[in-house]
């Protein structure tokens, strides 16, 4: 798609991306970015275009589908990005007047060659503004799959999932919660004044997670403390991980999928020079990340190896651990709003294969597992067969190592998350933070 680098045109290709390569958005955005030359704020725009184009693309679907004559589907793949990115603009968009979001489609159109449709692209956006009020919505209680699908901005696959699992209403409410752009949110470093920072980027302490700030009004990035390691960008939920190792100074670690790095750093925090954080993760390309972010937090006892954590360890000396972290590749069914395209990438076909990959970390850490040690899973993920489900199977074969009450390892206001069996669950439309499984499990 060869058109001049506007915020719009740069939000077009990442759309087309996503649909027809299955790329992972973040990354396509980066790197769209890095090669044009918008200012700060043509930056910002094109990724509200992206993301929110992306979040709310089961809605805006519909509502063309409400002012087409034929099958949204069949529309070139191009162009059905295009009008999405145009109705985007129509629909949630107030500062963006109507006539120019559509006169900036149409002359996208024209500029990557697509002349031939440009009066399609102005009389289908002219339309959607006119009769987007008027299109009705399917009832959740008459069609909850369809309600799910379309005001829910959910595959079909994953509208049945969720219906099953959660029944409609707490679907629905996570599905809204979905398509809600995630505060900014990070985790102070022990050595950093949590109170000075709260006050310079303009936070609120975390409701669940004792370093945390989050609904950020500054941005951390653009703040001295970042270059000076003061504190890492992440999520409330995925702050609580870390916490269930209960890892104490001088204490081994091994995070079997450590990238980026965030639950890694934080134990590195906790063990302090000491003890010793050994971070595996499968992809070469991703572990330059953990060792970029922990020199700019100042950790120099994190050991980065590249390692298949579902076939062995392959360290040489100690042979067993008392702490393990698994916080497993999924789904992400619980971080859509923070990974939009997720939803559209993901087939129904990837959740039990990721079970499986999911099984086999488990199954390869306990052999690592000291006796009376601790074994920490988690996933970002709401959906039962990789919760639930893969625990369950996993104890069944492994009659050596049973489930530990997470709570007291957590502050007392993170208590409300511990459900009946010991484990933790974070869930967007429940807690503001993502969505999160995590369960104890100690070799007895």
Known sequence: ???????????????????????????????????????????????ELTYGSLRLRGRIDYVLQHVLDREFEKVDLRLRNLLRLGCYQLLFCT??????????????AKSAGLGHAAGFVNAVLRQASQKAGSARFPDLEDDPVGYLMHW???????????????????????????????????????SA???RVAKRLRGRPCRFAPRGLTQLRSDPVQDPGFRRGEFAIQDEASQLIPLLLGAEPGDTVVDCCAAPGGKAFQLAEQV????????????????????????????????????DATQNFDLRGAQRFRRILIDAPCSGSGVLRRNPDARWR??????????ERQLALLRSAARYL??????????CSVDPEETVGVVKTFLESEPAL?????????????????????????LPHRHGCDGFFAVRLVRT
């Open 1 to 47: 798609m060869k058109v001049a680098p506007t915020a719009r045109s740069v939000a077009w290709h990442v759309l087309v991306r996503v649909e027809r390569d299955r790329a992972y958005a973040d990354l396509a955005l980066h790197a769209a970015l890095r090669r044009s030359d918008l200012d700060r704020r043509n930056r910002a725009l094109a990724t």
């Open 95 to 108: 500062g963006i007047r109507d006539a120019a979001a559509v006169s900036e489609s149409v002359e996208l």
């Open 152 to 190: 829910g901005s959910l595959p079909h696959w994953m509208a049945e999932r969720w219906l099953e699992a959660l029944g409609g209403l707490e679907a629905a409410k996570l599905a809204e919660a979905s398509l809600r752009s995630p505060p900014r949110t990070i985790r102070v470093s022990e």
């Open 193 to 195: 004044d949590l109170d």
């Open 272 to 307: 302090g020079p000491t003890g010793e954080i050994i971070a595996f993760d499968l992809h070469a390309n991703r572990l330059s990340l953990i060792r970029r972010e922990a020199r700019r937090l100042g950790l120099s006892n994190v050991r980065v190896l590249q390692r």
């Open 346 to 355: 993901l087939q129904a076909e990837d959740v039990p294969r990721m079970a």
């Open 370 to 379: 000291d006796e009376g040690g601790v074994l920490v899973y988690s996933v």
């Open 402 to 426: 049973r489930r530990d009450d997470v709570a007291p390892c957590l502050p007392e206001s993170a208590r409300e998350l511990v459900d009946e069996e010991g484990a933790l669950w974070c």
